[in-house]
């Protein structure tokens, strides 16, 4: 097929020489015979996305197709995100020189991310994502050098990161989430100055992330979960002032977490979520976490911190999910009283701690839209407070496994958006039908 179609569009460019054809129609040929050549690799077009890929309408008028206004007749933009097509993807893409924007995400294409797409110099975007491209990673992507996106995530390629990538320097966002990567986080992506987002979750990397990561002050979202990265957190990590959303879970990674130099704390003001979970992380949880004021979500489950809870989280207003189950924290549960603060506080999860003490009473006093409390598997003394049935939106109470007493308050029959309740493995009382 690739070579019937090299044979055409070498008839057509001889057909134009001798008929006295505008120079033009050169550009028009290779631009249309590469869209000819890209409909061809399409095995299945489930809702028609290229019916009119035809002759009855100019190239530049087919759905998904932009062309550039200043020279005309060369294609600029080929989008035909989420249209259901099964097929590869034609090398002869690479032929659409002035193309800046590829987007094909959401759809079953499979084969190799074609080489010839290094060949693209004006190319600024490239989405792939949630297709099923497999082998590996094209090294030539590099020859793009004004790339800023490029979105890989979520196929089949393999083989490892190409530190090729590392001379792209306008790149702002990479994401190779989701495929069967190896190797370590190459060091040469340090070097890119303006990247903003990188996601490289559940790649199976391994190794330690690279001390120099803090030459990235441009990071606002770092992705990295779910892969056999080890080592420490690169400390210079929080001193990225940009970052709001770091995800480093289901890793190897281990130490103590800190958010200061010693002398001075890291800026955390756009921290908006940070997920440690299901690591070797050890030490106490900062008391400077509560430094993040416009922190969201906390999840640093699975862990090994000790020592007590921060008390001051209560600053974190905007606060909404406080994930730290399965450590070994103590102390008591004082530090529910500063939470009271949080007024879109939706989740509490502290189960499999050493926590102890009786409940405050200002836990009646918590989020109205608090929906999942969960202190089960720790060593709570005295009864549940009456006030519990202030939380009329909870929908999941769990304080089993505790040492708690009493009888069970009568207000918790007030509560009528259970999905589940658990308060066995304890001493409670007087149990009563509601």
């Known amino acids: 097929m690739a070579k019937c179609l090299t044979l055409l569009l070498y008839i057509a460019l001889v057909w134009c020489c001798f008929n006295n054809t505008p120079a033009y129609c050169l550009a028009n040929e290779t631009d249309r015979l590469a869209l000819i050549s890209f409909k061809g690799s399409i095995d299945q077009d489930s809702f028609g996305a290229l019916n009119s890929w035809n002759d009855s309408l100019h190239y530049c008028d087919w759905e998904g197709i932009a062309c550039s206004r200043r020279h005309r007749d060369r294609v600029t933009k080929l989008n035909l995100r989420s249209q259901g097509l099964v097929g590869s993807l034609s090398p002869h893409i690479g032929n659409l020189s002035f193309l800046r924007i590829i987007v094909l995400q959401n759809n079953s294409f499979h084969g190799p991310v074609p080489q010839e797409i290094g060949r693209l110099f004006h190319l600024q975007t490239l989405e792939l994502r949630n297709n099923s491209f497999g082998c590996q990673i094209p090294k030539n992507l590099s020859s793009c050098s004004n790339l800023k996106i490029l979105n890989l995530i979520d196929n089949n390629l393999t083989g490892n990161i190409p530190g090729e990538l590392g001379s792209l320097a306008k790149l702002e966002a990479l994401g190779l989430s989701k495929n069967n990567l190896s190797g370590t986080i190459p060091f040469s992506l340090t070097n890119l100055s303006s990247l903003s987002v990188v996601s490289l979750g559940e790649c199976n990397l391994q190794g330690e992330i690279p001390e120099e990561i803090n030459r990235l002050q441009a990071l606002r979202l770092v992705y990295l979960f779910g892969n056999n990265l080890s080592g420490k957190i690169p400390s210079g990590l929080f001193n990225i002032s940009t970052i709001s959303y770091l995800d480093v879970g289901s890793n190897k990674l281990h130490g103590s977490i800190s958010f200061d130099t010693g002398s001075s704390t890291f800026d955390l003001t756009n921290l908006q979520r940070i997920y440690l979970y299901h690591n070797q992380f050890t030490g106490m949880i900062p008391t400077s976490l509560s430094n993040a004021t416009g922190l969201e979500g906390i999840d640093l489950s699975e862990n090994s911190f000790t020592g007590p809870m921060p008390k001051d989280l209560g600053k974190i207003s905007c606060l909404q999910y406080i994930v730290v189950g399965l450590n070994r924290l103590q102390d008591d549960f004082s530090f529910i009283s500063s939470l009271t603060n949080c007024t879109s506080l939706k989740w509490i999860v502290v189960d499999g701690n050493l926590l102890g003490g009786s409940l405050p009473d200002s836990i009646a006093n918590l989020s109205l839209d608090m929906s999942y409390l969960t202190l089960s598997d720790n060593q709570v003394q005295g009864s549940i407070p009456s006030g519990i049935g ?39 009382t007087a149990i009563f039908t509601w």
């Open 390 to 428: 202030n939380l009329v939106n909870l929908t999941y109470l769990d304080m089993s496994s505790n040492q708690l007493s009493g009888p069970i308050p009568e207000t918790i029959g007030k509560l009528h958006k259970w999905q589940g309740l658990y308060l066995g493995g304890n001493s409670l």
